[in-house]
């Protein structure tokens, strides 16, 4: 079976702010991983980074507060979330993994494009998401969910959440 590709479902702001081509950086082995967090001065490499994991299944990464539709250059993804790395006997580890991406809205099984790219890029992760977030879509008003505690209700307008993954329904509603 293929993974799932997302597309971006997020606002059309940030959407337009994005720049085709990709921005994020690939890391393809450990090494690239070294070299690149070296070079991010900005950030601290203890602090969560954001990441997507493209359709050729590459692992791209971005500093925090990058959007991940600017890390994928606009494309779709079939993972995306923040990540953080440690310092474990002279390598660097995932020690923290989510797929937290209010603008690609991953469901959970995105984990397994997810730990493949970390497995092709010879990384050492957790056995899934470490902050695992639900995401629907409300078929009444449209607005994006994040569920908590099974609670599978409209934070805005109050209707009933599919319990499947639906970000990418399209169009209006039917009450």
């Known amino acids: 079976m293929n993974p799932r590709e997302y597309r971006y479902v997020g606002p059309v702001e940030i959407l337009a702010r994005a720049r085709p081509g990709r921005l994020g950086q690939a890391v393809g082995s450990h ?3 070294a070299v690149w967090l070296a070079g991010q001065t900005a950030q601290d490499p203890g602090e969560p980074f954001t990441y997507v994991v493209g359709l050729d299944g590459t692992l791209r ?14 494309e779709p993804v079939l993972g995306a979330g923040e990540i953080t790395f440690a310092a474990s006997g002279g390598a660097w580890t995932v020690s923290e993994i989510s797929n937290q991406s209010t603008g690609y809205c991953p469901d959970l099984s995105s984990w397994t494009a997810v730990a493949a790219a970390l497995d092709r890029a010879g990384l050492e992760h957790p056995p899934g998401f470490t902050h695992p977030i639900v995401f629907r879509r409300c078929r009444g008003c449209r607005q994006r969910n994040i569920v908590k505690d099974d609670h599978y209700v409209c934070a805005v307008c109050g209707d009933s959440l599919p319990t499947a993954w639906n970000m990418d329904e399209p169009g209006p509603s039917s009450r």
């Open 31 to 33: 090494d690239d991983l």
């Open 61 to 74: 990464l971005a500093p925090q507060r990058s959007e991940h539709v600017a890390c994928a250059g606009r």
